[in-house]
């Protein structure tokens, strides 16, 4: 019924860049807040960036602020995470998140549907 699927992910070197997808389908994503996550190895999952339902808020981790863009296209039914100047701590596996909802946070919790994930790495 309701599934996200994450793609572009791969390795990279460091300053590379990648650019995230996370396509919907079951359901139309224009109802939905959606969120971008990561986990790395031995770590908890962390909330990176999120945006609003009509993609006119969007809110980033300190950590990744300026680095990553999140946008969205509901025409496509589409997230996207635009990585650029990706570091060797960015390695990790990426997951998209939507919940019913306007906007939500960076919490995991907060959100009821996850996709797969899909792994990033960066070489030094």
């Known amino acids: 019924q309701l599934q996200l699927v994450e793609s572009g992910g791969g390795l990279v070197q460091s300053g590379g860049s990648l650019r995230l997808s996370c396509a919907a389908s079951?359901?139309?994503?224009?109802?939905?807040?959606i969120g971008w996550f990561r986990q790395a190895p031995g770590k908890e999952r962390e909330g990176i960036s999120c945006?609003?339902?009509?993609?006119?808020?969007?809110h980033y981790l300190d950590s990744v602020k300026g680095r990553l863009t999140i946008s969205r296209d509901n025409a496509k039914n589409t997230v996207y995470l635009q990585m650029n100047s990706l570091k060797p701590e960015d390695t990790a596996i990426y997951y998209c998140?939507?919940?019913?909802?306007?906007?939500?946070?960076?919490?995991?919790?907060?959100?009821?549907?996850w996709g797969q994930g899909t792994q990033v790495t960066v070489s030094s």
């Open positions: 998140a939507a919940d019913v909802a306007s906007y939500r946070g960076l919490a995991p919790w907060e959100y009821d549907y």
């Open positions: 079951g359901f139309s994503l224009d109802d939905y807040a």
């Open positions: 945006i609003s339902s009509d993609g006119s808020k969007t």
